[in-house]
Each structure stands twice: as C-alpha cells, then as structure tokens.
C-alpha cells in the first residue's frame, strides 16, 4: 500500500497563494501518476492536476486552475508539489493528494476512479 500525507493548505486572501505538498511512502509505484483532486462543499469531486512520476512528468490541470497553479515533483523525495498562485474564492475545498499505479496511455487519470491512495485533505480556504 502507498501511504500519502498532504500538507500546507490554510486560509488565505483572494490573489495569495499557498503551497501544497505530498509524500509518499511504501509501495510507491514511481513510473504512476500523483495529483490532487478537490471538493467544494456540496460539489462533487474535480481533479485539479496530474503529474506523470516517471518518463517526462506529463503534466494536466483543470481549465479552472491553468495559469495559476502549478505542479511538479521531487522523486528523491516522493513528493508531490502543487503551487496555487492568484487564489479565488472558487478554489476554497478539501484537496486531497492521490496515487495511482496508471499511466496516461492506459488510463484517464483526469477519473477519481483511476487512483488507488488518497491522502488525508487538506482544506483549502480563499476569503477576505
């Protein structure tokens, strides 16, 4: 099993930006996928962005998110960053960070189906 643990969201002004990280631990599959999905209260779940952890870290982000956040990796480490630039109200949700053994050329990792480890949420709050 992978275990994930998230970190670093909080509360933060419209046009601030927060840093999420991910780590992960045990059976890590390094050649996968991690990302993070969210949920705004009583909204369904959105995935937000991917990043390939092996090959060319091919990277996805939801039309909602582009230009503003941005994903990347440390594989020494495990880890998964996403970086939130120029934060709106609409980004306020529980994100949690997920791991999946696929790949883009054998599955839509944009489907929360695709992922087999979640992390814990972290809760993500834009407000004045």
């Known amino acids: 099993d992978v275990q994930l643990q998230a970190s670093g969201g909080g509360l933060v002004q419209p046009g601030g930006s927060l840093r999420l990280s991910c780590t992960a631990s045990?059976?890590?599959?390094?050649?996968?996928?991690m990302g993070w999905f969210r949920q705004a209260p009583g909204k369904g779940l959105e995935c937000v962005s991917v990043i390939a952890t092996g090959g060319d870290s091919t990277t996805y982000y939801a039309d909602s998110v582009k230009g503003r956040f941005t994903i990347s990796r440390d594989n020494a480490e495990n880890t998964v960053y996403l970086q939130m630039n120029s934060l709106e109200s609409e980004d306020t949700a529980t994100y949690f960070c997920v791991s999946s053994p696929r790949t883009w050329n054998k599955a839509d990792l944009r489907r929360s189906s695709e992922y087999d480890s979640w992390g814990q949420g972290t809760q993500v709050t834009v407000s004045s």
């Open positions: 045990g059976r890590f599959f390094s050649s996968g996928a």
